[in-house]
């Protein structure tokens, strides 16, 4: 099979992957793309050999989405928990490394101890493509998912130094630990610098093309998918890691501060979407090739191996050693860290080991499970060794892959047992509170930045934004008085608008067209007071003044022609007004409470009727269309700000990624411009009338 057809294929099984993870809900999404890759193997019947060069697996899979993974990061919470990710990725690997070697020789005293270590150093990286997938579908806390991001954007390259130096102790039968330590902090320190030094020269190289005014969104798109593979490449000729060179550019390019602008914005927009699909096709091609390659592993190593029963026993022994292990480190480092935080803080230590720190340190030693890395770096198992076949390569390799699928699975199906459940209600309240947050950020941003040509457009954006906030902010609990109060002041509204009829202020057609809209206004909020209620107001206001409404059209269209309509509803919603501020002021709190937030609702109303009057005819006669146009202008760069700050939450660590991909998908207002270009002709028409 060509490489080209592979290529097509594997496209192909990621894409039914993403249709199977919505009907096979128990199964993460890394198992079930396993799961297709190894029924194809056994399909196809031969090893399917796309990626034969391991190095060149890790530049055009590995490379990308840990450069992905770093830019996405949590600075904060990465910079606070900095010294326990390093603990992780660095010595607990190492110590992994040297337990494993000495536990699989010591159970298997046929395996030199050279290769043991050899195996323990591929099985010390954690799977970041398979952290991030678990990370959204369990209830993590936040210093969980900094640890565990963090350390899998790290150990990578502390795992594949210590394998070549176990590689190198094997074919050469030396070892020297002076020498190793030399080598490893060659690769890991001048990994880090060569690729922070890398990150800001491609932040200087963007920032001088935006200067110059020749940057475009395909250029900085194309300039961000070269960015990890020219930085890998770069850090392995200079001798250091190419995957810490990476991950450190990430970091750099994170982490330095961003200029915030609407051009950016929208650059910010088209990358993120672009990584996003990225690095699923990339993710999902790996565990399809994981998958792709285990059957044949594990089958060529059982047929080879001299007692196959025991190669099983030894999987569960090596798996035991490492969560064991790792268990064991991340509950000595919680009951570090939380002696420090106490200390901080300066309040009692509590009790030195508690049931919840446990569940928690079983929680994320079971998160953390192996992957593709691993498996890429078991490939590079010399052929030879001596110059005589290495027998023990395919044994080596079975273990691995076995170790693989045991911790995926341990942390597909006992995680979510030991995880904690999540709390709907509390989630819920977070993200009104957050997204109240940000649509204040937009209108304060809206405000700073307008000009004299552009009050009146950043008004009525404004004006949308506070319906969202007040709708969001509602307090369910007040709903009763709110509807009592409500329904006092319609009666009132249509005591004044008979007054208004009789005196001649306002014609007979103009009132009973009020009136209709007065009586649809109380059935809105009675039959929404559980939620939505004044959305459902605004909604029954917008069909009528949207030319939308289908009750009474003839007698709408004359009455709007003349605009006596809305200048009836604005009298109305002064009286209005009127009627609640004296309630405001009422002797029982709760009444005058629910009386101030209605006077606040009404008075967004009042300010949207007198902009349908400006847009019917500005005073100072400014085309109606032309206010539509600079209307429209300003929603957008509202909706990229709302972008822009949501972002910023969630780096913040105030929003997770579920959470952050709700609100993108949510309409900035509850009330939208018209988009379709007949329906802004017909909104146009109406307001010249």
């Known amino acids: 099979m060509d490489t080209f057809d592979l290529i097509l294929l594997l496209l192909a099984v990621v894409l039914v992957s993403a249709v199977l993870d919505q009907i096979m809900t128990r199964l993460a999404l890394p198992l079930v793309q396993i799961l297709i890759g190894a029924v194809l193997a056994l399909v196809v019947g031969e090893p399917l050999d796309i990626v034969t060069n391991p190095e060149l697996f890790l530049v055009l899979f590995i490379a990308p989405l840990l450069f992905d993974e770093s830019r996405k990061i949590n600075k904060q919470l990465f910079l606070r928990n900095i010294t326990d990710i ?70 990578d390259a502390s795992g594949i130094v210590s394998f070549q130096f176990a590689v190198a102790a094997l074919t050469t039968g ?38 110059i005014g020749l940057e475009s969104t395909v250029f900085h798109v194309v300039f961000e998918l070269m960015t990890p593979f020219i930085i890998f490449l770069v850090t392995e000729r200079l001798h250091g890691s190419g995957i810490l060179g990476v991950v450190a550019a990430g970091l750099v390019m994170t982490l330095l501060p961003q200029l915030r602008s609407s051009y950016l914005a929208r650059v910010q927009l088209v990358s993120s979407s672009f990584w996003e699909v990225l690095t699923f096709v990339i993710n999902g091609a790996v565990f399809v090739m994981l998958g792709l390659q285990l059957p044949f592993a594990i089958r ?22 490492l969560v064991g292990l790792r268990f064991v480190w991340l509950l000595v480092m919680e009951i570090v860290y939380r002696r420090r935080v106490a200390k901080t803080r300066k309040t009692p230590p509590g009790r030195l080991l508690t049931r919840q720190m446990i569940r928690d340190s079983a929680v994320t030693a079971l998160a953390g499970p192996k992957g593709a890395v691993t498996l890429s770096i078991a490939f590079t198992l010399p052929q030879f060794v001596d110059g005589q076949p290495f027998t023990l390569r395919g044994e080596l390799i079975f273990l691995a892959s076995g170790v693989i699928l045991v911790t995926l699975l341990l942390a597909n199906f006992v995680v979510p047992l ?18 109240v947050d940000i649509l204040n950020q937009v209108v304060r941003s809206l405000r700073e930045h307008s000009t ?26 007040r709903i009763p008085i709110l509807q009592d109060l409500r329904t006092e002041m319609i009666a009132e509204q249509e005591t004044y608008l008979q007054e208004l009829k009789d005196a001649g202020t306002v014609d007979p057609e103009s009132a009973r067209i009020c009136a209709a809209i007065l009586q649809r206004n109380l059935a809105a909020w009675t039959s929404s007071r559980s939620h939505g209620s004044f959305r459902a107001i605004l909604h029954s206001q917008a069909q009528h003044l949207m030319g939308r409404s289908r009750r009474l059209i003839q007698l709408q269209e004359a009455a709007r022609r003349s605009g006596k309509v809305r200048d009836a509803q604005i009298l109305l919603e002064l009286r209005a007004l009127e009627y609640l501020g004296a309630e405001a002021a009422s002797a029982d709190p709760k009444r005058a409470e629910a009386a101030t ?14 902009r349908q009057r400006q847009m019917a005819g500005d005073t100072r006669g400014k085309p109606s269309t032309d206010l539509w146009d600079s209307v429209r202008a300003v929603e957008e760069e509202g909706f990229r700000l709302e972008l822009g700050f949501i972002q910023d939450k969630y780096e913040m660590g105030k929003l997770t990624r579920a959470q952050a991909t709700k609100l993108r998908a949510k309409p900035n207002s509850p009330i939208r411009l018209p988009r379709s270009r007949s329906r802004v002709r017909h909104h146009r028409r109406d307001c010249r009338h």
């Open 452 to 477: 004299a040509a552009t009050a009146l457009p950043v008004s009525i954006v404004v004006n949308e934004y506070r319906m969202q906030i007040r709708e969001l902010s509602q307090d369910d609990k």
């Open 300 to 321: 060529h190593s059982w047929e080879d191996s001299n007692n196959p029963i025991s190669l099983v026993g030894l999987i569960v022994a090596v798996t035991f050693v």
């Open 174 to 211: 030396a070892f020297s630990l002076a020498q190793a330590s030399v080598s490893f902090a060659i690769s890991f320190f001048g990994g880090l610098a060569t690729g922070a030094v890398l990150g800001v020269v491609a932040i200087i190289i963007l920032r001088s093309v935006r200067a």
């Open 597 to 610: 937030r209605l006077k606040a609702d009404h008075e967004v109303l009042l300010r949207m009727y007198r």
């Open 418 to 435: 030991l995880a904690r459940k999540p709390d709907d209600s509390r989630e819920k309240e977070q993200l009104v509170r957050v997204h």
């Open 86 to 155: 390093l603990s992780l990725a660095i010595g607990l690997v190492i110590v992994s490394t040297l337990a494993v070697g000495f536990a699989l020789n010591w159970l298997a005293p046929s395996v030199p101890l050279a290769a043991a270590f050899a195996l323990g150093g591929m099985l010390g990286p954690t799977d970041a493509a398979a952290v991030t997938a678990l990370s959204r579908s369990l209830q993590l806390n936040t210093r969980q998912k900094s640890l565990l991001s963090g350390e899998s954007l790290i150990n």
